[in-house]
């Protein structure tokens, strides 16, 4: 099994920044993808971004392009989303999760998830 354990979230107001963490624990594996989803009161959850083992990164969500960046440090088992400028409509239920494998490989969907973090509320105040 594998522990995915979030942190960071909580209230900011509008055009302010949080950084969130994630790390693996466990049966964790070589050269996994880690990545981002979140999910909004009454919508679907969507994906953010993933990146790769080599640090690819996959296109950002439309909605947070400019303002979020991924990144991981592989040594900590660790990835991290930086959020920017952030929005009342970022407010949501973060969700850091770990699928596939390969160096170059990063999850595009929900559906090729392995395991999912129990996930942080961030809150943007207008």
């Known amino acids: 099994q594998v522990q995915l354990v979030e942190s960071g979230g909580g209230l900011v107001q509008a055009g302010g920044s949080l950084r969130l963490s994630c790390t693996a624990s466990?049966?964790?594996?070589?050269?996994?993808?880690m990545g981002w989803f979140r999910q909004a009161p009454g919508k679907e959850r969507e994906i953010i971004t993933a990146?790769?083992?080599?640090?690819?990164?996959?296109p950002y969500a439309d909605s947070v392009k400019g303002r979020f960046t991924i990144s991981r440090d592989n040594a900590k088992n660790t990835v991290y989303l930086q959020m920017n400028s952030l929005k009342p409509e970022d407010t949501a239920v973060y969700y850091c999760?770990?699928?596939?494998?390969?160096?170059?490989?990063?999850?595009?969907?929900?559906?090729?998830?392995?395991?999912w973090g129990q996930g942080t509320q961030v809150t943007v105040s207008s």
């Open positions: 999760a770990i699928g596939g494998s390969g160096r170059d490989y990063y999850f595009s969907a929900a559906a090729e998830v392995d395991y």
């Open positions: 990146i790769s083992y080599s640090g690819r990164n996959a």
């Open positions: 466990g049966r964790t594996f070589a050269r996994y993808s």
